[in-house]
């Protein structure tokens, strides 16, 4: 049985609620299995981009959409921070949906007393942009890798074998999407070094990944299109990546601490 766990803070994003390939089965079963005293909502918790293009709304994501919205009669604080593709919710910063508090972006302060300036990142869209061909054709590109990653997937269930993401390997070894990344990584680090802060947690470019850069911590927190992954912080204030279809695959919880994160980034890089 898939232990649980009490953490302080959780972070999510990019769950793409009304597109076919949100997992959000995945996540609620994250949410049944765990206990959280705060929890960010880093952007496009609703995907109204690709709603606009054909409404998808099944049962289970009506089913998470009113989890997440009653967390806080659980006693969970939720801060909910839009994204690009919820971006109409932008224009209530500052204000309340029932108890769930709207922030475009917010300071979080750890148990260890750490600083994290929280955004969800398509404020730097202009800085990591190639132009707008590569953008466009970034986006063919992303839709065509989950189209091979939901099929594959949908054999890999009927062989019995648990979920794995082809479209992260595959992304992980173009050399455009690395320099994308790299570059996106970089501007989310020179946000928090100016305003004077401790590390920054965003998402936006489903890419998990906590690392150490000119003494700031860089965290994504991921996605729940390909990589089922969260952001935890423990009552110590250590922040761990969570892969949620590897807990439930293998019942045990996957997490990678900071520094672990930090040295296997710098190994790669050597």
């Known amino acids: 049985m898939t232990k649980s766990t ?3 803070t959780v972070w999510l994003s990019d769950i793409h609620l009304g597109c076919k390939d949100c997992k959000a089965e995945y996540l609620l079963d994250f949410l049944t299995h ?13 995907d109204m981009w690709a709603m606009s293009r054909q409404f998808l709304w099944p049962k289970s994501h009506n089913l998470l959409f009113h989890t997440l919205i009653s967390l806080p009669n ?6 909910y921070l839009p994204g690009n593709h919820d971006e109409p919710a932008q224009k209530y910063d500052g204000m309340m949906f029932g108890d769930i508090e709207i922030h475009r972006e917010y300071i979080h302060t750890t148990a260890a007393g750490k600083k994290l300036l929280l955004l969800h990142g398509d404020q730097f869209d202009q800085e990591v942009c190639f132009g707008a061909f590569h953008a466009w054709i970034g986006d063919k590109m992303y839709d065509l890798l989950l189209f091979l990653n939901r099929w594959y997937n949908r054999i890999r269930t009927m062989m019995g074998f648990p979920y794995w993401s082809l479209a992260g390997y595959i992304k992980s070894r173009v050399k455009g999407a690395n320099e994308a990344i ?6 989310c680090i020179d946000r928090a070094s100016e305003m004077g802060m401790d590390g920054v947690v965003c998402g936006h470019i489903h890419h998990p990944e906590i690392d150490e ?4 911590t860089y965290c ?3 996605d729940w299109i390909e990589n089922c992954s969260a952001l935890t912080e423990n009552a110590q204030g250590q922040l761990n990546l969570v892969y949620w279809a590897k807990v439930t695959a ?3 919880l996957h997490s ?13 890089a050597a």
């Open 256 to 268: 990678i601490p900071v520094r672990q994160q930090a040295s296997a980034n710098k190994q790669k």
């Open 220 to 222: 994504n927190d991921g």
């Open 182 to 187: 790299s570059r996106y990584k970089q501007a």
């Open 74 to 79: 659980k006693g969970t604080r939720v801060i």
């Open 6 to 8: 009490h953490y302080r």
């Open 250 to 252: 293998s019942e045990k």
């Open 34 to 46: 765990n206990k959280i005293d705060t929890l960010y909502l880093v952007g496009d918790i609703v």
């Open 213 to 216: 850069q000119d003494g700031i």
